[in-house]
């Protein structure tokens, strides 16, 4: 699975955190906000989907989403999660 599993989805009040769990102090730049686009996607790859099984979901989810679009926008987000330790290739 390539996200990490130091790391949950909560939400808050509509608001949406991915956040380490551990017992050591967490640094706030770990700490990652996101929107319900992102908590989906986090989500889905938690579940063990494919990038590309996300795309076809998120196609069927979100009207009017292209497929080239809807790459593009997951590639990012992940690129951002590569970033943070969040997702590992």
């Known amino acids: 699975m390539p996200i990490n599993n130091n790391f949950i989805l909560k939400e808050i009040q509509g608001d ?10 967490v640094e706030a ?3 990652f906000n996101t929107n319900e686009t992102g ?9 063990g989907l494919s ?25 990012e987000f992940i690129d951002i999660l590569k970033k943070k330790g ?4």
């Open 39 to 47: 908590a989906y996607i986090f989500k889905k790859l938690k579940e």
């Open 51 to 75: 990038i590309d099984e996300l795309i076809d979901e998120m196609i069927k989810e979100y009207e009017g989403l292209t497929y080239d679009v809807c790459r593009a926008d997951v590639n």
């Open 16 to 25: 949406y955190m991915i956040l380490p769990i551990s017992d050591e102090s």
């Open 86 to 89: 969040i997702y590992n290739d």
């Open 29 to 31: 730049t770990v700490i």
